[in-house]
DNA sequence: GCGGACTGCTTACCT
DNA sequence: ACAGGTAAGCAGTCCGCG
């Protein structure tokens, strides 16, 4: 084969749009070959297996049993293993055996199996309860919708809202992630042994711990150590004909053809699946590219049992979006085309897509995921389109298109096509794969199954981890509304309206520019004090009385000091586990590049966590949603902070600023820094450490705005106007301007001479814009829809006026978009970028001159410069006020 | 009936 | 569908003023 370079590629002329069969009849599936009846994938249920992953769960309705799906990293192929142990779905209830077989619709159901009496710990009582048992045949003899349904029929049940398989899990203390094998049908955990010396490491870390605590660690170093599989995978994407530009195809609709299918796999094969216009079906095609196998179809069912094939083949399949368009548009399409559901590969639910052979995972979804993008990838996105996290992450984005997409050549076609699936597939492989190596040890964590673990939130996450550990160790599962009345709401009054307890203090910062700055913080602050306080729904206003005097300070509860608090254990264990090993491992300089890597994944992935374990304590939607302990622990926190700026000062040294669970501390010795670290520790049993140390900071009169700049001239930019993102391009290129400016300064003495040079870039900035130098683009205000448009009620926002014009213009304007306006001197104030006058005659110059004082004013007032001075008090005043 | 003071809404940020 | 705290910029309302 002759190689040939893309844009070479034969290319046919565009063609019409009604050259697409639409919904020709004659196109109608009619299955020519069969495909395949056993798929690669599934297999014999006999067959033993000498190491597989499991890392998928389910519940299958007409075998009536859960089933997991095993990956061999070996035969890279999926094994389904169906439970043969003869496990059934149950709920709890505090009536006796005897009272419940009085209970007549529960009697008579259909779906009852039968009635045990079992003991349970209940933690909210402190005490062993008896309950009794409901075994049914199947899951939704529980908890079906039906008014029928065991759970609606009695008055209190207990574990009846969890899914079945999960329920599945805990029973079985199954490890989600971890080596399974399978003999004569019998599942088995392959037990992983660390290394001797990372054994003996871990040992004298915690050599002074409590035996429970001892005993988590072992746990996780079991999961985490553990070598996380390579999976074989293949990135997907398609295009669909749109008869009118700019409108996405409705993929529950799925009115127009499929016109092009991308895959790439792990082992670097491409191909892309074109379908032909009407005028070229059965005209011979030129194919040759390079790494590219394009192939071309006539039929669109041929395309679409193509693309069955390869779900049908492949262990695990990546998307983005796929949930709610590709793999939707395409189950829809076929059924369209006449498919039969059984001959669909795809499991469609309303807001999922999963796959019956494999595993589907929308990477969009997962990204979307605010814990993810917060803390694992530290905010570097702030959008969530391919394009945008892929330009973060992976450094270059997509080449935009020229024309629409039903009116592209084949050559464009094919290259935009794959350009999707590429990027897609790289999302998980970067950096050594660290994307899949961060799902896998979520999953270990969490006990969660692929599909779910990608899809759900951290509440969902941390629940699950809560609920296995119940499980396991025989205590009841608390009903939410159990722990709300026993343990009541908040005690504190939060400073914002609307919030429903006192959060976090900021110690008021001292504006100016200060050298030499050194940021103390606490490690892990919430996470410590959850260990350290013994802090858990159990704990908090525990039963006993010898226990209230054990206060929580500004507030009124109480902490037990009899029984270890299940989540301090558990979210304690995780904190020192990062903080005492994965941190330390990760920057181990003696190890090589891979193990650190890899140190660094977990450690990241255990910070994704920790991050999150006391959020979710505060949130409605949690099941363990418990206000006392959320305040508890914020209280902790503010108890902390006060204790360490007093001590910093009886130390001698100025406390700049704080906020949370860090201070900036003026030009401390080494003696100080240590002095106070060694007092946290022995008073406060928490670890404080050096965060960063600035050459010097820039610290403003508002709290959370501030500049620092380290020792080799990078900056810290906190909060400011100039780093915004819906500050206007001018702005924030004037601003980084005067970033450049402050991180080559060196010494105080080098401050008159930057003052200077920021002077003028605030008068050429200003100079450009009343001389209407900028153009449209780089005055553009950028500001996120962040709701449905007629939820606007209360007032009618900037963005929101701009997003109604272009509605009116036929725009489509939708939830999540970000809303390019720039501000008009006009009766409406604003006007979207789409429509407004290149000649820039009917801009706002007085609002944008205000917008760049307000920019600027954050850091001149800590360089003890006045902006009025910039330009001229008269010259700003005449242009505001009119002379 | 007009303008300043005030409150509330919305977004984007910090920890 | 993890929390609360802070700031900017605007929308909308209230109040007092012959």
């Known amino acids: 084969m002759t190689i040939q370079p893309l844009e070479r590629f034969t290319d046919m002329k565009f063609k019409p749009i009604k050259t697409y069969n639409l919904n020709d009849k004659n196109e109608s599936y009619k299955p020519i070959k069969r495909i395949e009846k056993k798929p690669f994938l599934e297999t014999d249920q006999s067959e033993n297996i000498a190491k597989a992953y499991v890392i998928s769960a389910n519940y299958d309705g007409k075998k009536r049993v859960a089933y997991l799906k095993l990956y ?4 890279k192929k999926i094994y389904f293993w169906y439970d043969n142990t003869n496990h059934l779905p149950y709920c709890l209830s505090d009536l006796s055996k005897t009272a419940l077989e009085n209970i007549n619709p529960l009697k008579n159901h259909p779906g009852l199996t039968r009635i045990e009496t079992v003991k349970k710990y209940d933690l909210l009582k402190d005490k062993e309860v008896t309950m009794s048992k409901i075994i049914a045949k199947d899951p939704l003899s529980i908890g079906g919708r039906s008014s029928r349904a065991i759970r609606e029929i009695l008055p209190k049940t207990w574990e009846a809202n969890i899914r079945y398989y999960n329920g599945y899990i805990y029973d079985k203390q199954l490890l989600m992630g971890m080596p399974y094998k399978v003999k004569a049908g019998k599942l088995n955990n392959i037990d992983y042994v660390p290394p001797e010396d990372v054994l003996r490491n871990i040992q004298s870390i915690f050599k002074d711990e409590h035996e429970n605590f001892k005993k988590y660690i072992a ?13 074989q995978r293949l990135a997907l994407d398609i295009e669909v004909f749109s008869p009118k530009e700019d409108r996405i195809p409705d993929p529950n609709l799925a009115n127009n053809p499929i016109i092009a299918t991308s895959f790439i796999d792990t082992e670097g094969n491409k191909r892309v699946l074109v379908l032909k216009n009407k005028e070229d079906i059965n005209k011979e095609v030129e194919t040759g590219l390079s790494d590219v196998k394009v192939e071309y179809y006539d039929k669109e069912v041929e395309l679409i049992e193509e693309i069955f094939k390869v779900l049908r083949i492949y262990p695990l399949i990546l998307t983005f979006n796929g949930d709610d368009f590709d793999l939707r548009y395409i189950y829809h399409r076929a059924e369209n085309l006449g498919f039969q559901k059984n001959e669909i590969p795809i499991i469609l639910g309303s807001r999922f897509a999963l796959l019956k052979y494999g595993i589907h995972i929308d990477l969009y979804r997962f990204f979307f995921n605010r814990s993810i993008q917060n803390y694992a990838f530290s905010r570097k996105y702030t959008e969530f389109s391919l394009n945008a996290i892929a330009i973060a992450l992976l450094g270059s984005g997509k080449i935009p298109l020229k024309s629409p997409i039903s009116k592209l050549t084949y050559s464009e076609l094919v290259k935009y096509c794959l350009m999707d699936s590429e990027l897609t597939l790289k999302l998980t492989t970067f950096s050594d794969n660290l994307v ?11 006990k969660l199954p692929m599909e779910d673990l990608t899809r759900q939130g951290v509440s969902n996450w941390i629940k699950n981890i809560m609920y296995f550990e119940h499980r396991r160790l025989n205590y009841l599962i608390p009903r939410s509304e159990d722990i709300l009345s026993a343990k009541g709401n908040a005690a504190s009054t939060a400073l914002i309206k609307g919030k429903k307890y006192k959060g976090a203090a900021v110690v008021n910062p ?32 525990c039963t006993h009385h010898e226990c209230r005097n054990n206060k929580i300070p500004d507030l009124p509860h109480w902490i037990c000091h009899v029984r270890k608090g299940l989540s301090s254990q558990i979210i304690g264990s995780l904190r020192d586990m990062r903080v005492k090993w994965y941190k330390t491992k990760a920057k181990d300089q003696s190890l090589p590049e891979s193990l650190r890597n890899f140190y660094n994944v977990v450690q990241l992935t255990l910070k994704v966590l920790l991050n999150a374990s006391y959020g979710v ?6 099941s363990l949603y418990c206000p006392p302990v959320a305040e508890a622990v914020t209280a902790y926190g503010r108890d902390a902070m006060k204790k360490t700026v007093d001590m910093a000062q009886s130390l001698g040294v100025k406390v700049l600023y704080g906020d949370t669970d860090s201070l900036f501390l003026k030009s401390p010795t080494p003696e100080q820094i240590n002095d106070l670290i060694k007092w946290s520790n022995e008073k406060l049993q928490m670890e404080l450490e050096i965060e960063k140390e600035y050459r010097y900071s820039v610290l403003t009169k508002l709290k959370k705005n501030y500049l620092g700049i380290y020792q080799d001239g990078t900056v810290d930019i906190k909060g400011l106007i100039g780093k915004k993102r819906h500050t206007p391009k001018f702005l924030k290129d004037a601003f980084m301007k005067m970033i450049k400016i402050l991180g080559d300064v060196q010494s105080s003495k080098d401050i008159e001479k930057a003052k200077k040079s920021i002077r003028n870039i605030v008068h050429d900035c200003y100079s450009k814009l009343m001389n209407r130098e900028y153009t449209l683009d780089y005055l553009t205000v950028n500001i996120t829809i962040s709701k449905p448009l007629n939820k606007y009620i209360k007032t009618t926002p900037q963005h929101v006026k701009a997003a109604k014009l272009l509605i009116k213009a036929g725009y489509d304007v939708k939830q999540g978009q970000i809303i390019r306006f720039i501000k008009t001197i006009d ?16 801009i706002d110059l007085k609002k944008y001159v205000e917008h760049l004082k307000s920019t600027f004013d954050q850091v001149l007032d800590a360089l003890g410069i006045s902006f009025n001075d910039i330009l001229g008090i008269s010259k700003l005043d005449s242009f505001l006020w009119g002379s």
């Open 510 to 541: 001292t504006p100016g520019v200060h050298f030499n700055v050194t940021v103390v913080d606490f490690a892990s602050l919430y996470p410590s004090i959850i260990k350290v306080r013994n802090i858990s729904y159990e704990t908090v206003l």
């Open 436 to 446: 899949m190596k961060l799902i896998f040890i979520l999953m270990r964590i969490t």
């Open 617 to 622: 304590m505060g949130s409605e939607n949690f």
């Open 72 to 75: 061999s990293t070996k035969r």
């Open 219 to 231: 746990h996780w170093i079991k999961l985490l150590q553990c070598p996380v599989p390579d999976i």
């Open 827 to 842: 009766d409406i104030g604003v006007k979207p970028l789409q429509l407004a006058d290149r000649e820039l005659k009917d």
